[in-house]
Every structure is written in structure tokens, then in C-alpha cells.
């Protein structure tokens, strides 16, 4: 891996894991064309760190922990799709997070910030993106959240 | 603002709201090669004017108005996106519906219908777009909605 | 509908669904440069097949059957959208996932599945797609679930 979103990487001491385990048909991240989309979750080695919902289970320091953990996993998806070379990155275009939550939780944005300032960390005024944060009433395994990243590739 | 899509939001009575401001490191809409994205919610001069669920503290009416001025507020944002030029848009390709409910409620799609109709009453066939409209447990700051539109531009 | 599409579909006995009837001002799909996006339903020649929660009304077994149904919904207005030649899908970019589910239900991958290993027996490699696959608390009508596919058209 090198180039300039590489190096920055290395400066946010930031390293992308692996490419994930797929149990199905489906892939950690498709580029085509222009369009890049990336889908994550709060993974680290195979293994899901964060279950459990904002306001109960997990606490909101805990969930933005969770989000820079999730939006790192879908840099890491994206780097595979893009053969290692993020440079390609002209814009995040869009994060749609979904959260777990309680139903009085009313954070979702803070949550998300995290997410969303890891982008702009990355990749300066190109990871400034549109944005939504939904809270959901269930996940894959219990999963606190699933980002869905859209990227606009050089 | 001028143009054919400006002068039929005039005889609508649309005024399309001044920029949003985003609280953290995101953007009201995003527009990169031919897609343009906007996630916005039923604001008013930045403070929310409807929260709660439909169903519960929200009427299936005031629903209504809410779907429509959200999605009012998309325009707005894509407006401010587009350098104020709305008629550069070829086609609203999709709106996504996240709407906070009541476990029983099921007339989403009568909710999603205000803001579809303007999209159709603003660009006529342009209008037509691809839809999804979804029950979620709670948004950020309470609030009833939030659309996403995508937009293809010429 | 001629075609390696159509061929493989018929092999797998698969018979598209006519163009569903839509109440509103939007549409089974669109497509739009080269992008196209259809949002569908488990429903049956304009009648809702599944309703009700995974995890409660609905079993997981009946939810595979829905969720392949719904796919084959999505191809089903993508195939009207194409014209009837869905040899122009370069690739199934993502789906997403919206599914009824009770708050303790941790198997929404395996219920998409069913989605995504139709697209793989349809379109081979390149059905292979991102997704993401969440929990909701209520859909249109009750429904079990909703399907949006985005897919890259040459």
C-alpha cells in the first residue's frame, strides 16, 4: 500500500485489517464503473467487537469507538476493491449509518460524527460526504451498527 | 435562481429553504460526476419541526406535511449543490423514507406519497423515481423523517 | 426476452413477474445513465405474500422463501426498466435489506441469502454485490420485507 491517503493513514496511525470473511454471496465491497460501495460492521479479526444497543447495552463513548471502528472497516473494504490504491478516491460521496438503538435514544448523529470525521481525517475536503443516521430495531448477530459507504473512484 | 425548474417552484409557492447548517464533518448534499445525494429532515430555520412517531405523537396529516417539506429541504440542499441550477437535473432516481413509527403502523407508503408528489409536481416525469419507505425504531434528535434523495445531472 | 439472462432464468425456472402495479407517483425501478435502482416487495400478482415480523408471524424458513421472492421482484422491474434485456447488467452492485423482524432476531444474513445466491445463479460473478441487511420495526402494509437493488447497466 502507498500514495498519499496511505501515508496519512500511517501519520492517523490507522491500519487497515484484512480483507473479511464473506460467508456468502455477497462481497466485502463492489467497485464498478465510477461507483464504489462498501458495507461494514464493528468487525475486528472475523470477530464482532460491538453487539448490543446505543443507550442500553452500549454506551454512547462506547458507540463512537464503535462508528471510527465500522468507518475504518469500510476503508479497509474499499482498499481491496480499489487493489490497495485509495489515492482513486476523488470523494466519499455518501455514509448511511444504522444504528441499534433504544427508542428514546436521540444521538444517532453524535454517534456518526465519528464515522464521519474519520473520513474527513483520511481524505481531507474529499471525505466531506452526505449523511443520514437511522436507528434500527435489530442487526446481523446483534451487531451495534452496519455502515454502508458510497465512494466516487477515479 | 432562474431557470424552468425555478420559475415552477414559483408558481408552486415553493420557496426553497437558505443552506442547512451541518453540524459536523458532512454535508447537505454531495454532487460528483453525474450523482448527486441529499439526506435531510423536516426542519425549519434549523430547528425541528416535527418529532415523534407516526402513529403515536404524529398524525398520518401532519405526516403529510412533514414528508413534504422534507423533501422540500432535499431540493434545497441539491439547489445549493447544484450552484442554484435545479434544471441541470436529469432525473430524481430514488427516494429512500426512514420514518419513525408505531410497531403497528403500515400506511408508510401514504406518508411517502407527499414527498413523491412533489418531486413529480416539481419535475414532471423527471420526477419519477424509484422508492423505498421504511418503519425505524428512532431518528436522530426524535425527529419523524428523514428522505435521501438520489439524483442523476446532467 | 431473449437472451443469456433469459435462458438462465428459464433453466432455473424462474418466470419474472409483470410489471408490478405501483399506487403512487414513483416506479418498480429506474434507470438513469448507468445506474439503476428498483425497490420491491414480497407480493404476488399485486397481492402482499408475506407480512408480519421474522422471529414471530413469520419463520425463518418462510423469510428465505420471501426474501428470493423479492429478489426475483427486483429482477422483475429491472427487466421492465431494461427493456426486457437484462444482458446489459454489467453487475448487481448492492442490495439492501430491510426486514420485519422482532428486537431479539440475529439472523438477517441468512434471510438475505436467499437474495443474494439469486443473483449469483442468475448473473454468475457478476451478481456478486455488496449489502447490507437490517432490522426495522415496520414496513408498507406490513410487509416482511423490502429489497433495494442498485445495479451498473452498459
Redesign the interface.
Known amino acids: 500500500m502507498t500514495g498519499i491517503v496511505a501515508a496519512r493513514l500511517k501519520e492517523l496511525g490507522i491500519t487497515l485489517p484484512p480483507p473479511a470473511k464473506v ?8 467497485l ?4 464504489a ?3 461494514q460492521a464493528p468487525v475486528v479479526d472475523g470477530k464482532v467487537k460491538y453487539a448490543g444497543r446505543v443507550g442500553a447495552e452500549i454506551s454512547l463513548a462506547q458507540s463512537e469507538d464503535c462508528a471510527r471502528l465500522t468507518a475504518i472497516n469500510v476503508l479497509g473494504a474499499l482498499h481491496v476493491a480499489l487493489d490497495g490504491n485509495l489515492d482513486r478516491v ?2 466519499c ?4 449509518g ?1 444504528i441499534a ?9 453524535r454517534v ?2 465519528s464515522a ?2 474519520l ?2 481525517q483520511v481524505f481531507g475536503d474529499k ?16 451487531l451495534t451498527m ?1 455502515i ?1 459507504g ?1 465512494f ?1 473512484i477515479d
Open positions: 460467508l456468502g454471496n455477497y462481497m466485502p465491497a463492489v464498478e464503473g465510477h461507483i460501495i462498501a458495507s476523488r470523494r460521496v455518501r455514509l448511511g444504522f438503538v433504544t427508542p428514546e435514544f436521540k444521538d444517532h448523529g456518526m460524527d464521519s470525521d473520513m474527513v471525505g466531506r460526504h452526505a449523511r443520514f443516521s437511522v436507528g434500527v430495531m435489530s442487526l446481523p448477530a446483534g452496519i454502508e458510497m466516487y
